[in-house]
Nanobody
Framework: QVQLVESGGGLVQAGGSLRLSCVASGLTFETYNMGWFRQAPGKERELVAAITTSGSTTYILDSVKGRFTIARDNAKSTVYLQMNDLEPEDTAIYYC?????????????WGQGTQVTVSS
């Protein structure tokens, strides 16, 4: 059974930085594409960043381009989300997700989420 455990969230002032980590188990990590989603209060969950198996290709949501980067360490079965120059609008629960497909599917695993709160 796939398990994804996020960490690194917290309370930070606007302009600050956080690095989220997601450790995966129960899967052959290097064969899975990985992603970070977020859900703000009253809003739908959205894909923030994604990375392919080797890390050679990444996707970053337009509203966070230039501030967020995604990376992975296959030896540690870990995917990271580096968030710089944080804004109050980035406040949300951030979730890690894995997929063996090209696109995320309803049946793909989710982590439990980590809260990020950015104060103005």
């Amino acid at each position: 059974q796939v398990q994804l455990v996020e960490s690194g969230g917290g309370l930070v002032q606007a302009g600050g930085s956080l690095r989220l980590s997601c450790v995966a188990s129960g899967l052959t990590f290097e064969t899975y594409n990985m992603g970070w989603f977020r859900q703000a209060p009253g809003k739908e969950r959205e894909l923030v960043a994604a990375i392919t198996t080797s890390g050679s290709t990444t996707y970053i949501l337009d509203s966070v381009k230039g501030r967020f980067t995604i990376a992975r360490d296959n030896a540690k079965s870990t995917v990271y989300l580096q968030m710089n120059d944080l804004e109050p609008e980035d406040t949300a629960i951030y979730y890690c997700r894995s997929t063996s497909g090209l696109l995320f599917r309803p049946t793909d695993a989710w982590g439990q989420g980590t809260q990020v709160t950015v104060s103005s």
